[in-house]
């Protein structure tokens, strides 16, 4: 499982254009790795909104924001076009990922699945805030306040 001073475990997966993207080439930038359940949900779509939303400010500080689920990337594509989404949406059919990140879990009715979780990445690699079990509505504006308290050199709070 992925915890707070572990280096951020690399990967690449496909976007909903099919288009590789690789953790490792947003080194030298903050990332924020938000996993999600499953497209076009009430609170996933609540989610990616919020987070397309204040994507211009998260690039102000330098922030990319990358989305991942289990879904594939023609949901992924359907799922961005429907909502006018901006983020990044990665597409773990394998769950590979998730499982390295410690997110694929077994929920209350015995099913695996993505617990909804997000990781502040810092620009040398290394996972400098989790957030695990979160709710979706507010989160981006939290995980955005996080980031900029965590550049003001700030280090109480959290999640």
Known sequence: MAEIGDKAVDFSLPDADMQLVSLG???GR??????????????CTTEAV???????SFARL???????SPDDCISH?????KHGLSVRLL????TEVA?????WQEKQDGRAGVVRSTFLIDPQGRIVEAWRGVSAKGHA??????LRELQNGETAGGG
């Not at 903050?30 to 609170?43: C, S």
């Not at 919020?50 to 211009?56: M, N």
């Not at 499982?99 to 997110?103: C, E, F, P, R, T």
Request: no cysteine.
């Open 91 to 94: 597409s773990d059919t394998e």
């Open 141 to 146: 504006q939290a995980v955005l306040e996080r």
């Open 62 to 68: 330098d922030a990319v924001i990358l989305g991942v």
């Open 25 to 27: 080439e947003y080194r």
């Open 77 to 81: 594509a359907d799922f961005r076009d």
């Open 99 to 103: 499982q390295a990140y410690g997110v």
């Open 30 to 43: 903050w990332v924020v790795l938000y996993f999600y359940p499953k497209d076009d949900t009430p609170g």
């Open 50 to 56: 919020e987070f397309s939303a204040l994507e211009d």
